[in-house]
């Protein structure tokens, strides 16, 4: 599953060609990316405590995200500050990998890869 939601984000980050937008104007898809930007938060630190030996990966996808966006201003604060959320908010509240953390894992995949398909089958060229 996880293959599969990193391919489809990469289709996305292929796709993310919109035209250019006056600074700090909202995208309708902005919802989705800050929801994926946190679930890619949560990711980075849940799959860190389970033991995935991934390194900075999730980060690394959050960051193809902001680069094949180009948010300024509010926009990309936003996106950042949804990442950090889903980062901290599973911070405080999982110290070590358990059955309901790998859990979050799954369904944290499972979401991503849904806005992922979604974004790709709404606003793909």
Same mark, same amino acid.
């Given at each position: $599953?996880? %293959?599969?939601?990193?391919? +489809?984000? %990469?289709? +996305?980050?292929?796709?993310?060609?919109?035209?250019? !937008?006056?600074?700090?104007?909202?995208? &309708?898809?902005?919802?989705?990316?800050?929801?994926?930007?946190? +679930?890619? *938060?949560?990711?980075?630190?849940?799959? *860190?405590?389970?033991?995935? #030996?991934?390194? #900075?990966?999730?980060?690394?996808? $959050?960051?193809?995200?902001?680069?094949?966006?180009? &948010?300024?201003?509010?926009?990309?604060? =936003? $996106?950042?500050?949804?990442?950090?959320?889903?980062? #901290? *908010?599973?911070?405080?509240?999982? =110290?070590?990998?358990?059955?309901?953390?790998?859990? %979050? +894992? !799954?369904?944290?995949?499972?979401? *991503?890869?849904?806005?992922?398909?979604?974004?790709?089958? =709404?606003?793909? #060229?």
């Amino acid at each position: $599953m996880s %293959a599969r939601f990193l391919a +489809i984000f %990469a289709l +996305i980050l292929a796709c993310a060609c919109v035209p250019a !937008r006056a600074q700090d104007v909202a995208a &309708p898809f902005d919802g989705d990316l800050q929801r994926l930007a946190e +679930i890619l *938060g949560g990711l980075h630190y849940l799959r *860190g405590i389970c033991g995935a #030996n991934e390194g #900075n990966k999730w980060r690394s996808e $959050m960051q193809a995200l902001i680069d094949a966006e180009t &948010p300024s201003g509010e926009r990309r604060t =936003r $996106m950042i500050a949804g990442f950090n959320r889903g980062y #901290n *908010g599973f911070q405080q509240t999982y =110290r070590s990998c358990t059955p309901a953390a790998t859990v %979050a +894992i !799954r369904r944290y995949i499972e979401e *991503g890869s849904k806005i992922s398909r979604d974004l790709t089958a =709404r606003y793909a #060229n």
